[in-house]
């Protein structure tokens, strides 16, 4: 569930703007999005998604005709995708449509986010994989020394910055089982950040940007340093899925985002 949706859920509700909250209460089979997904409209803004095409555009009509009729009572409707709306996905599904009051907001389920990460580097990958995180339930610590190097615009709440003079000492303020994303400007901070990473052990995912070339000369240093070899094993570098191509910084950040998808399941 989203924390964005829920963020404006509830701003929408403290400025007293007339909304109905979609929400898909049960499914079966092949259907766009599972039970528990919800979606927003009002009489003139939609937020979040049910699943978009002919069912997302029924439901929006529908919401914004209980809005004409200020309707309180909530309502549900049930759908099979197939005959009801000429659909492919055989599935069915009761979509229940209510209000967005206090009642609603409070029953709207607090979701933990998919990882947590720290991301080192305010540099262009990183803004690229900063902005495509904005809209993730995730939670990001984003770390550089260069305050200038952070865009203008400001992120959103789950993505926070850090502005300090060694970063390698945020690893150890880190929970365990968070990942890591190191996408520095230096390789000798590259270097600290990712031995104090890798000395921890207890990272979920631990990802540096740079070559395969890098990545042997960083491991020969950590052997000569006494990094555990389970430890080191673990690292990924060079970053990103495979069969993306490009370097340009926001193709290296969709690869980087992907792997982490993959890497780093909710629990």
């Known amino acids: 569930m989203s924390a964005a949706l829920l963020a404006t859920a509830t701003r929408w509700l403290a400025e007293g703007r007339a909304a109905q909250v979609v929400l898909v209460l049960s499914s079966r089979g092949s259907v766009p999005r599972e039970a528990g997904t919800r979606m927003l409209v009002g009489p003139d803004a939609v937020a979040g998604t049910i699943g978009g095409g002919h069912l997302e555009h029924q439901a929006i009509a529908l919401a914004r005709e209980r809005l004409q009729r200020n309707a309180v009572?909530?309502?549900?409707?049930?759908?099979?995708?197939?005959?009801?709306?000429?659909?492919?996905?055989?599935?069915?599904?009761?979509?229940?449509?209510?209000?967005?009051?206090?009642?609603?907001?409070?029953?709207?389920?607090?979701?933990?986010?998919?990882?947590?990460?720290?991301?080192?580097?305010?540099?262009?990958?990183?803004?690229?994989?900063?902005h495509l995180l904005e809209g993730f339930d995730c939670r990001v610590q984003w770390i550089d020394e260069r305050e200038a190097e952070f865009p203008d615009q400001p992120s959103p709440p789950h993505v926070v910055r850090v502005c300090v003079d060694a970063p390698e000492a945020e690893v150890r303020l880190a929970a365990p089982?968070?990942?890591?994303?190191?996408?520095?400007?230096?390789?000798?901070?590259?270097?600290?950040?990712?031995?104090?990473?890798?000395?921890?052990?207890?990272?979920?995912?631990?990802?540096?940007?740079?070559?395969?070339?890098?990545?042997a000369r960083f491991i020969h240093h950590f052997e000569r340093r006494g990094v555990v070899a389970e430890a080191v094993a673990r690292l990924v570098c060079p970053i990103g899925i495979t069969g993306i191509e490009g370097k340009e910084p926001e193709v290296l950040a969709v690869a980087v985002v992907a792997q982490l998808l993959q890497q780093c399941p909710p629990r």
């Open 73 to 130: 009572q909530p309502l549900e409707q049930p759908i099979a995708l197939g005959p009801t709306l000429g659909q492919c996905c055989g599935g069915t599904l009761v979509l229940r449509y209510g209000a967005l009051d206090a009642e609603a907001l409070a029953a709207w389920p607090r979701a933990l986010p998919r990882f947590e990460l720290q991301l080192f580097g305010a540099g262009h990958v990183g803004r690229a994989v900063a």
């Open 177 to 215: 089982g968070t990942c890591f994303l190191i996408l520095t400007h230096q390789h000798e901070l590259d270097l600290r950040i990712c031995e104090a990473v890798l000395r921890r052990g207890d990272f979920r995912f631990c990802g540096l940007i740079g070559s395969a070339t890098k990545r």
